[in-house]
C-alpha cells in the first residue's frame, strides 16, 4: 500500500516516497512532505545544476549548494530558474 502525503511542492495528497532519501532532519522533512512526483521533478533540476555548474559530489561546498537548492525547490514555493554559467560554483 502507497503512503500518501500532502506535497509541499505540487500542494496536493500524492503517493509519497518509499524511504527517508538521505539521513538527517532534512531527510526526514523531505519523506514527510515530497511526493514521488515533486522528488522526481527534483532530481532533473539536479542533474541540470551539477552539468551547468559542473558540480562534483564528492566536494562538501557542491554538497552544500545542492542541499540549498534542494530546499529552495521543494520548499520555497518558485520554481528556481536555470543557472547563469558565470555564477560556477568553484
Known sequence: MSRIVNCAKLGQALEGLDFQPFPGPLGQKVYENISKEAW???LAQQTILINEY????????AQNFLKEEMQKFLFGGDD???????????
Open 40 to 42: 522526481k521533478q527534483w
Open 80 to 90: 528556481i530558474e536555470l543557472p547563469d554559467a558565470s555564477q560556477a560554483v568553484d
Open 54 to 61: 559542473r558540480l562534483s559530489s564528492l566536494d562538501q561546498k
